[in-house]
């Protein structure tokens, strides 16, 4: 008999829904909220809401696509956390209901985890054991992953995440929200050398960015002193200076993790795991470092339910269901620190 899991994602500003079949994602779809762009950020209220109108018809549509009747289904996965309460609450919900009423396994699964499971939605895979920089809006974290349920955090942020450091510094440069994406955008047409940042010299396999933010606030505030016009001026070369410091951040770590372990497959995941000079930073530096480099596609680099589903087969495979007293957690330390 086939194992079938429905996965539902709802964390943060993504109401998303897959169906796998015996380890192979059949339907992912997401439903993205654009009523956060006008306040320059996800409101979780508003994040909350959209999810109770969009889950039903998000999790049918998912179903259609993947030809699944509902009775077919082995388990649900859903996002435990971390991530808005509010908006864990929407799909641990409507998960519980729907595992009571097939009478079918619950599973929850951790966010972060899923991140870094997003590697087994395609070949190839990592081999274990394999490092994992998990970079996003809301964590910048090393993972040794052991085996598919067995995972450390080796080093992490000790303040702001990368993705948080590309967000306020696109607003510190009058970019819309996300404003990630759109320093990416106008990267592309800028230098990287232009201008020079400092990096925060933090021990051990740990991050801090908002060292680097302050001091991209001062230097923009000293430049616009002396000519008002500096930003426009300067965006494409400004977007490319600050990507190719927070990048060069990250691949520093990495390979400093990767001599501290002696772990030569190196993985990516998270939001920011989309952007494209932390591709080809990682990617061409791979080959001289000697190093196996897994990205996934970038549709399974933002938040998705692939993700969760793909965690979720896994989990099924150890019979680790949940209870149907289980509760959301906006934070959750399943993922051991060293």
């Not at 969009?54 to 077919?72: G, H, Q």
Request: proline share 5%.
């Amino acid at each position: 008999m086939p194992v079938t899991i429905l996965g539902i994602e709802s964390s943060c500003d993504e109401t998303s829904a897959a169906v796998l079949i015996d380890g192979q994602i059949v339907s992912n779809i997401t439903a993205d909220q654009s009523v956060h762009a006008k306040y320059g950020g996800v409101v979780p209220e508003l994040a909350s809401r959209a999810h109770q109108a969009n889950i039903i018809p998000v999790v049918s549509a998912t179903l259609r696509d993947a030809n699944i009747d509902l009775k077919k289904l082995n388990a649900v996965a859903f996002t435990q956390g971390p991530g808005l309460l509010g908006a864990l609450m929407v799909g641990t919900s409507y998960a519980k209901g729907l595992a009571l009423a097939l009478d079918i396994p619950l599973i929850a699964v951790h966010h972060m985890q899923a991140h870094i499971l997003a590697h087994f939605i395609k070949y190839p895979h990592p081999q274990f054991p394999f490092l994992c920089l998990t970079v996003s809006g809301g964590h910048t974290q090393i993972v040794l992953a052991q085996d598919h349920l067995q995972m450390k955090v080796i080093g992490q942020t000790i303040d702001d995440a990368a993705g948080e450091a590309f967000d306020k510094t696109a607003k510190m440069l009058g970019l819309n929200y996300p404003g990630g994406p759109l320093i990416d955008k106008y990267a592309k047409q800028g230098n990287g050398d232009k201008f020079h940042f400092p990096e925060p010299q933090v021990p051990d396999l740990n991050f801090s960015f908002s060292g680097l933010k302050t001091s991209i606030l001062y230097f923009l505030r000293d430049e616009i002193r002396k000519n008002e016009n500096f930003i426009q001026e300067n965006l494409y070369d400004l977007c490319a200076s600050i990507q190719k410091t927070i990048a060069g951040i990250l691949l520093k770590k990495m390979i400093k993790a990767a001599k501290h372990t002696g772990i030569r497959e190196i993985a990516i995941s998270g939001g920011v795991s989309a952007n494209s000079e932390l591709r080809r930073l990682f990617t061409e530096n791979a080959k001289e470092l000697g190093w196996n480099i897994y990205i996934p596609d970038l549709e399974y680099c933002t938040d998705n339910a692939a993700m969760i589903a793909i965690t979720g087969y896994y989990k099924y495979l150890k019979k680790e269901f949940a209870e149907q007293t289980i509760i959301p957690l906006a934070r959750i330390p399943e993922l051991k620190s060293h």
